[in-house]
């Protein structure tokens, strides 16, 4: 007896991002709800939209597109929504992943206030990056990745001279995030 097998058709691929913005919500400027925000990001076709805290991360599935598409697709999107520019950084699950493994500082990895890091637009150059370690003169200490700076400060961001000092002198547009939002969006990421 002959046939044909069949298979219920299998849904496409939906790949997990997340995407991190930058300037919102911060000292009461620049308010985005994060209800409203996850709304949008459901009008644009995205599904098993999460956020985490108010600073905007957002954990989000789609069947297309890569990151820089994305990015510039929400950008645009969130620009005309809000009627401001706030930069986004968008990273897939595996960038998150990497992120985690290769943390340089794993003896304060424990306590997020002294490790973050900045997800950064490209990978710097030796230079920018040579002009930054001069700059580097207090009690923190800073490693380069790819496209991702992790910062190890002792005393705090807040209390970091030289976290003010990155984004002038490494002229690499980023956004930072201290652990505990690093691995919180990992764990969302992965449980989508």
Known sequence: MSGTACHPKLEERRVVFVALFSGINVGGNRIV???????????????????????????????KGDAATLAKQIEMAFEKKWGFHSRIMVRDLSWFERLVKENPYPEVAGDPTKLHAYTLERQPTADEIARLAEKCTGPESFEVRDDVLYLKAPDGLGKSVFAKLIPRVLKVPGTARNWRSVLALLQIARSL
């Open 33 to 63: 709800q994060m209800a409203e925000l996850r709304a949008l990001f459901e009008a644009l076709g995205f599904t098993d939209v999460a956020s985490y805290v108010q600073s905007g991360n957002v954990v989000f599935r789609t069947k």
